[in-house]
């Protein structure tokens, strides 16, 4: 994304590339994409503190994931 000047030429809009826009568009822009930068950060932060937070209480990680190895050794009864 190219951040010119005020736009005075309107061509600019709809040229080739189509990315020149005006400062007040870019500098939003920028701001939404660094706002939503660090929201998904905080998600991930907040995740993060869950899952320690679970594992300092003593459940082991397998739980979590759904995946226990036990299941996979405990025999299938045998039809009578």
């Given at each position: 994304?190219v951040?010119s ?5 309107t061509r600019k809009?709809?040229?080739?590339a189509?990315?020149?826009l005006?400062r ?9 994409a ?9 998600v ?11 594992r300092a209480l003593?459940?082991p ?9 036990a299941?996979?050794l ?7």
């Amino acid at each position: 994304m190219v951040c010119s000047g005020e736009m005075s030429d309107t061509r600019k809009w709809g040229g080739s590339a189509g990315h020149d826009l005006p400062r007040g568009q870019c500098a939003s822009i920028q701001t939404l994409a660094q706002a939503y930068a660090n929201f998904y950060g905080a998600v991930a932060d907040y995740n993060r503190a869950q899952f320690r937070l679970y594992r300092a209480l003593g459940h082991p990680a397998h739980v979590i994931s759904g995946y226990d190895s036990a299941c996979l050794l405990t025999p299938i009864p045998r039809g009578r």
